[in-house]
């Protein structure tokens, strides 16, 4: 004979309560706002010299290119691996790079080898750049894909409606001055 629980799951078709605590529950993704909150959080880690001039501009870049990819993506459409990289490296790892280099003493972190030769500045100038050059490849497949909808929209719209104007080029040797005045 089964419990109250039991016979109260099985009218409402729902799962007795402890299936429920067996479940796996994900987190959420990451909303617009989240992503900028990150961003914003990763931006104060560097402000007022916390890190070097090359460091902070190499943060600038990527930031100013997540933040300009953010609103943009859902037109890479759901599930993307760019989608992700824009929310991985808001998230992830941009603030841990970062943090992972504050976290060392600054005369440490910029005098000592740690890779090969490099000092953990160097090593973080190399995440940076990477990430900087991944997010503008993610920024530049956004705009190509807008880019395409534009050019083939004014496909559609020369085969409905008859030729294209030819792009607004300026045909400087075709033109015809204006004709004197005769007196």
Partial sequence: MGSLAD??????HRPHPSAQADRLVLPAVPTRADLLASVDRVEALVADGAVPAPVASRVSRVTRVVRQAIPRLDRLGAGSPQA????ATATDYLPEAIGGYLRLPRDW???????????SLMVLIDQ???L????????DAV?????AA?????RFLAEKFGSSSGGGQLEIGQITPPAQPTS
């Fill in 7 to 12: 016979l109260v799951a099985r009218v409402l």
């Fill in 84 to 87: 992700y990289s824009v929310m």
């Fill in 109 to 119: 972190a910029n005098s000592r080898p740690v890779d090969n030769g490099r000092t």
């Fill in 128 to 130: 940076l750049d990477l």
């Fill in 132 to 139: 900087a050059r991944t997010m503008d490849q993610v920024f």
């Fill in 143 to 147: 705009n190509r894909s807008d880019a």
């Fill in 150 to 154: 534009l050019v083939a929209h004014g």
